[in-house]
DNA sequence: TGTATATTTCGTCAAACAACTAAATGATTA
DNA sequence: TAATCATTTAGTTGTTTGACGAAATATACA
């Protein structure tokens, strides 16, 4: 039920689309939303605790992935239902679209910009 | 998103569950949680929205029964992994034994004794 | 036709939730 | 050591949600 509860927000489900493409930290993923850098942090909460991501420290920067092999098939399925389903919409081709824009940029001067 | 929002409930797990065995009449399901009626009936209409059952109603009851060939794959997808992720909990199996007890009553029966 | 009966709709209330700001934490750099 | 930076935690606020009871709808029966 956790992950039940993880996938029905649409922010949060935002989040593991744009995790397709590789691992993202907060700050992109806030520059990518214009939320608050403690929403998405507690967005990523929520996904973390049902299994579906997970996360690397390195630096400054903690950097949150899509659940691996070595997570719970529930979880590992849930990710593959959301992709499939709910990953062809208008709003997840912009969101990828502005994703590349972030990519490009040095996660560095993302977060000088938005002053995290 | 309809889908995510709809499972996202336990109540409404329970009755996706509950479906498993076949199609049940509103008062059935209202047996089987102790629920109001008018709860019920917003729960199935909720998890209808969404695709996930249908409906056919009869003499006095309207039955619903977990959607089938005919509804959109994403639909019965989310059924198959609520089904094969969140159908082996204790809750489930008492569900189910106490389903066993209620089919075996004639629904006529139920909603008298319930006054529905 | 009138009266049960089964379900749905409407209105209300308390609990849960998502967003924000501000403060705390933890790690790096000067 | 002090300062800065990225993230998290705490606390607040407005909205959504799930529960109920009462009224409305629709169907069957007397």
Chains 1, 2 share one sequence.
Not at 78 to 89: C, D, E, P, Q
Request: with cysteine; aromatic share 6%; glycine share 6%.
């Amino acid at each position: 039920m956790a992950i039940t509860r993880a996938i029905s927000d649409p922010s949060r489900v935002r989040i593991l689309l744009a995790l397709r493409q590789g691992e993202l930290c907060v700050c992109q993923i806030t520059g990518l939303f214009g939320f608050a850098p403690s929403t998405v942090s507690k967005h990523l909460s929520i996904l973390h605790q049902a299994g579906l991501i997970q996360s690397r420290k390195t630096e400054r920067w903690v950097y949150y992935r899509l659940a691996g092999k070595s997570a719970p098939a529930a979880a590992r399925e849930a990710i593959g239902w959301v992709h499939k389903s709910l990953g062809r919409t208008g709003e997840a081709a912009r969101d990828a679209k502005n994703l590349k824009k972030i990519l490009a940029t040095d996660p560095a001067e993302i977060c000088r910009r938005q002053r995290c």
